[in-house]
DNA sequence: AATTAGCACTCAATACGAGTGAGTGCTAAC
DNA sequence: GTTAGCACTCACTCGTATTGAGTGCTAATT
């Protein structure tokens, strides 16, 4: 069997009208709503034939059709025209962020929540891969007797904090001296770069407070790098609850439940096939168990050629891909753009 | 009508099944299943008595009773016996935040957990009112020409930081002469007693930094205090996806979409008549639209005498009061000592 | 006087069956 | 190749009967 150009229209018809309203679609709603110029049977018989091709399957027997996971990825692939934004919509994004905002945090959160208004479905938002942020600032802060707080500010923005102990007799003054040494050794390099030889040197000027040193380090290179770097924002979570498919609690259980476990939202955003533009995977392409009735459509965000990390879009299966795919792609370059325009120098 | 001893306990029988089963309860179940020495016929006659008094209700004709609020009432003033915990849940309290725990914002969060996990309901916490916290260190780091963070610790360990723009000729080594300034004239204030005379010092020592110093004034006046000393944290929001009566969607999304509402959500742990102790607000008690059908209950938690705040448990009328007042009391009083013992000696 | 057995009654929930209608597939005519 | 026509399928709706948990009332019992 072939794909012809009536077919291909056909599967348009019944694509989009199954997006649109969630329901089976007949032959003869398609006949009537699409001018296709030919009859409903003559369109049942093409949808016998688009069946037998695995592009549309039938709930039961006397209902309509809806897409399969292979028809709406050969809707993607090849028949779908991307949405236009309207002018209202490309300014929210081109000016979601004015120039105000500079702190990397607050550009992700409103990406997020930006996608997911503009969606409404849900967004995810990666941080960025910071093997490329260095730390701007080092500062220790006497808390109390024994306690003091680092505070590491990357040029990114990104400002992480933890208090930890010290012995008893450190004043301020030693925490302002080991400070500054920090920041004379450390500043303007990546968390990656601080390497052996480097924290020797710093041993070597502070020995006598190589135990408070030990624990800043220790800090900056384990609790820095994996906690804040590799944050999820996620937005709109609640919008899914708008979808007819979500109508049931046991369902929405299901997701709620996998959003929760941030590991596993995690390795969603983490596919490993993921190039420049725009990736869709439909239904059972996912590979997360939880999600096989959802698509997501992702991409990456970048600077220069540097791949930071990735942003997307999760929904049912009968999402809206014209739509979606037009906003995570120009929101993914206005990310890429604002986030250069932020770390502008520091690359 | 009065209450005699027979008309309690079968109350008492009908509350702690409907909180058992969710499903209206007849007077056969209460004769089969608690031994109260009379026949199902009395317990009807007497129900009917309850019914009268406004205690229970049936939700129609052919049904069980229900209880009223008036009866959950009745039962939580006068016959509830609170609940005692295992050896590992109060385990789980006492050791919830163990030394190592030393940030209040750490703490408040944890709480929230663990109140969840405990109570299978949705927790929030109040963040401490602040009034009494004070400033312990001020930095100010040049991200890049024209752009500076300011960074405000607080002795809570909370740590607050926006970027700012600045004039492009400032340095980093200006900068560091106003942290030291706002330093020596701000630490050990509280954010409250930062007052005009104060500021008109700071002016009079910087006066050629008078336009950044306007900027990091009007950031800890404004900012600070507003955003960050009065976040609620929310926790266990997905349990009530567990209960029965949330078993439609329409329901879940009234009382999800409020408790996205951050300043409505403020405002149910704001009531004003709270004193000390536990509070017990079920269904139209509260005043809130959305969870007339929702009970809440609540404990302060306070250094000394000073109340600092609220945590309290959310869920529906049909919650486990004697379980959820024992482990609300028993939290807020562990948050009391566990907040005294970081911020001692600071009050 | 209080309790209880008995009974008629109510009404949500369930099951069942007929009717409806949207949809199909097949066939024969165009 | 297209389409009109038709028999067929099957979810869905709606009305009716059945069931059963529960009630309230009354009369008998303690």
């Known amino acids: 069997m072939k794909m ?77 025209q991307r949405e236009q934004l309207t002018e209202e919509e490309e300014g929210a994004i081109r000016h979601g962020y004015e120039d105000k905002v500079r702190e990397v945090g607050e550009v992700l959160n409103r990406t997020g929540r930006l996608l997911a208004n503009l969606t409404n479905y849900t967004a995810l938002v990666q941080t960025p891969r910071m093997g490329i942020s260095t730390v701007k600032h080092i500062q220790l802060v006497l808390m109390a007797s024994g306690q003091a707080m680092i505070i590491v500010v990357m040029d990114t923005g990104a400002v992480n904090h933890q208090i930890v102990s010290i012995p008893e007799n450190i004043t301020q003054q030693d925490l302002d001296q080991i400070s500054s040494v920090l920041n004379a050794k450390l500043q303007g390099r990546t968390m990656g770069s601080i390497r052996l030889t480097l924290i020797k040197e710093i041993y070597f000027e502070l020995a006598k407070h190589r135990n408070i040193l030990d624990l800043a380090i220790e800090l900056m290179k384990d609790q820095i790098p994996s906690v804040k770097e590799d944050k999820i924002y996620l937005e709109g979570v609640f919008n899914i609850l708008n979808q007819p498919e979500f109508h049931n609690v046991d369902k929405v259980k299901v997701l ?26 439909i239904g059972s392409e996912n590979s997360q168990q939880e999600i096989q009735d959802c698509s997501m459509i992702t991409a990456t965000y970048q600077i220069g050629d540097k791949i930071l990390g990735t942003i997307g879009v999760l929904g049912p299966t009968r999402m809206d891909y014209a739509r979606v795919v037009t906003v995570v792609d120009s929101m993914s370059s206005n990310l890429s753009r604002t986030l250069e325009r932020i770390l502008k120098g520091n690359g």
Chains 1, 2 share one sequence.
């Open 4 to 80: 012809d150009e009536r077919k291909q229209q056909i599967l348009l018809a019944i694509i989009k009208d199954y997006i649109d309203t969630a329901e089976p679609v007949g032959s003869r709603t398609i006949s009537r709503r699409y001018k296709l110029g030919v009859s409903a049977a003559t369109i049942r018989n093409e949808m016998a034939d688009l069946e037998d091709m695995g592009f549309i399957e039938q709930p039961h027997t006397s209902a309509g059709r809806i897409p399969s996971n292979l028809g709406y990825r050969y809707y993607v692939d090849c028949l779908m």
């Open 256 to 281: 709620l439940s996998l959003l929760e476990q941030e590991d596993k939202v995690k390795d969603i955003l983490k596919q490993p096939n993921q190039g420049l533009g725009v990736t869709i995977k």
